[in-house]
């Protein structure tokens, strides 16, 4: 089982997939929410996300995660917090044994689609496609959190 991650304070998308790349297989996949706090809150919410997503790898099981990387973000404080997410979620993978592999967005864009600065719509598109999905998942973070997990299939 092959969990990807797309790291956030306020949304984190999750997909736990199976399969291989031509014939992947979703077994589970969304967002963990959490409420806008003032900034001196952020450990409750990193207490949050942290709680549920164990739920969520202890239901589940993978044996590698992907998680994205991250990149650089106009708003210095939003990649604080969201550095403070990921970090929080990859002690929690190295805590149960789970594999972590981590991916730049011009990875999941190269592999994805061919080209590393394809659109948000053409990821959304190809993980439509290489799911065989009716629609693009929703929201955009579930969909990224696909394009990482369809990755660990290789």
Same mark, same amino acid.
């Given at each position: 089982? +092959?969990?990807g991650?797309?790291p956030?304070? !306020?949304? $984190?998308?999750?997909? %736990?997939?199976?399969? @291989?790349? #031509?014939?992947?297989e ?30 969520? +790898? ?6 590698? !995660?992907? $998680?994205?990387?991250? %990149?650089?973000?106009? @708003?210095? #404080? ?27 967005p011009?990875?999941?864009?190269q592999?994805?689609?061919?080209y590393g600065?394809a ?6 598109e190809?993980?439509k496609?290489?799911?065989?999905l ?21």
């Open positions: 089982m +092959i969990l991650l797309d956030g304070t !306020a949304t $984190v998308g999750y997909a %736990f997939v199976t399969g @291989n790349l #031509k014939h992947p979703i077994k589970d996949f969304g967002v963990l929410k959490t409420q806008a706090l003032p900034k001196e809150m952020m450990p409750q919410r990193l207490l949050e996300i942290g709680q549920d997503l164990e739920k969520l +790898i202890n239901l589940h099981n993978p044996t590698k !995660a992907i $998680v994205e990387d991250l %990149f650089f973000f106009k @708003n210095t #404080k939003t990649v604080i917090s969201v550095a403070q997410s990921r970090g929080m979620m990859l002690y929690l993978l190295a805590k149960k044994g789970v594999e972590i592999v981590s991916v730049t011009l990875q999941v864009k592999s994805l689609c061919g600065r659109s948000k719509t053409q990821v959304q190809m993980v496609r290489v799911y065989r009716e629609e693009i998942p929703k929201p955009d973070d579930a969909a990224d959190s696909l394009a990482m997990a369809w990755l660990g299939l290789k």
